[in-house]
């Protein structure tokens, strides 16, 4: 069985996939509108972007019609997964215990109290296995 190889998206790969697993497909223009909310971004760069993503893999493209439809090619939960399990390795010393401490500590994006119920459930369903 092949297994194929995992293409690691740049910051800015990363936000253009999340425009595109949010929207399911999109033009570049589309996803340029949602990009310009949250930065400061040139047309061009992101036509560029997504034309280097398309090469790498990361997103497909339909361009039987004048203007290119695009969506993810890469799984979202996937990759999280795999980005997630990296930044534990190496940021963690290979412990999530510390990343959890870290996630749910004073920072600047505290849990909700519902995400905190959800979180105990989880704990107290991986406790019961």
């Given amino acids: 069985m092949a297994t194929t190889k995992y293409i690691k998206p740049t910051e800015s790969e990363l936000e253009i996939l999340q ?13 340029h509108e949602e990009l310009i909310k949250t930065k400061d ?18 997103v497909k493209r339909d361009d039987s019609m004048r203007t290119h439809v695009y969506q993810a090619a890469v799984n979202k ?6 980005m997630l399990s990296k930044m534990i390795d190496t940021l963690f010393g290979g412990s999530p215990t510390q990343l959890v401490i870290q996630a749910l500590g ?9 995400e905190l119920e959800k979180i105990q459930l989880l704990l107290d369903g991986l406790k019961k296995q």
């Fill in 41 to 58: 971004a040139g047309y061009t760069t992101t036509l560029k972007l997504m034309q280097i993503m398309h090469e790498k893999g990361l």
């Fill in 106 to 114: 004073d920072g600047e994006h505290k849990a909700s109290r519902e």
């Fill in 77 to 82: 939960e996937r990759t999280q997964k795999h």
């Fill in 19 to 31: 425009i595109l697993w949010t929207k399911g497909l999109a033009t570049v223009r589309e996803v």
